[in-house]
């Protein structure tokens, strides 16, 4: 009896042990938005959102961000969360400014190894005012990449081959200009990568409050879960 007792427990344990390890693994590629200090890969990343608050924000513990939450309450890990707070996807920054050292087409290569990927971008190049440029599907110069819309589909097209198999999400900011908006929709179609558009995202100091946090965590996990 005491033998077969020992067996169920280690069997139970095995499964246990399986179920954790089948846990899917996820990785943010984003801004100030997706920051919480002591969470970022690299910690060089510039932080917005900070356990004693350096802006009207009443977001204080990381369990409030909405990538915590989303990943927490659906059964997910985190791999890698490569954020920096005020970047933009393209490598034109605020001033035009040269940000081709925290850009998104900078820091996309530094992922890990997930299954799910969430880019959340745009925001920057829309508050920042960088040059939208042109649709541009190849060929890409040194040049290209300081205007929005090559920048974007290099990108998308660069990761869909860096991490083949694994689910790519972009997340769209809610209030940013109408061709940022038209443009993420537009490259995001032309690369089958599904664009999840946020609504009515509540702020504070232009930054996702604690109630905008649960409704970006709302707004994604309802967009999954369709998609599945």
């Known amino acids: 009896m005491k033998k077969t007792f020992t067996i169920i427990i280690a069997l139970l344990f095995g499964v246990g042990v399986g179920l954790a390890q089948t846990r899917k693994a996820v990785s943010i590629l984003g ?5 919480f200090e002591n969470y970022l890969q690299p910690d060089t990343n510039a932080v917005w959102y900070f356990r004693i608050p350096k802006n ?3 977001v204080v513990s990381v369990g409030q961000t909405w990538w915590y939450k989303f990943i927490s309450e659906n059964g997910y890990k985190l791999c890698v969360n490569n954020s920096f707070s005020g ?3 393209c490598n034109t920054g605020y001033d035009k400014k040269d940000y081709s050292d925290r850009s998104f087409i900078t820091r996309m290569n ?3 190894c997930p299954d799910v990927i969430f880019i959340f971008g745009g925001t920057n ?3 920042a005012g960088a040059p939208i440029g042109e649709y541009k599907y190849e060929n890409w110069t040194k040049e290209d990449l300081y205007t929005f819309r ?5 990108m998308l097209d660069h990761m869909k081959y860096r991490y083949p198999n694994v689910e790519i999400y972009f997340i769209l900011n809610c209030d940013l200009k109408s061709e940022i908006n038209e443009s993420v929709k537009n490259i995001c179609n ?3 990568i599904p664009c999840i558009e946020l609504t009515d995202i509540d702020k504070q100091s232009g930054h996702p409050s604690i109630k905008g946090m649960q409704q970006i965590n709302e707004q994604i996990k309802s967009f999954t879960e369709k998609a599945q």
């Open 56 to 58: 009207i924000n009443d």
């Open 110 to 112: 530094n992922l890990g």
């Open 125 to 127: 190049d829309s508050w």
């Open 87 to 89: 970047a933009t996807i």
């Open 150 to 154: 090559p920048a974007m589909a290099y």
């Open 31 to 35: 801004d100030s938005y997706s920051t």
């Open 190 to 192: 032309h690369y089958s």
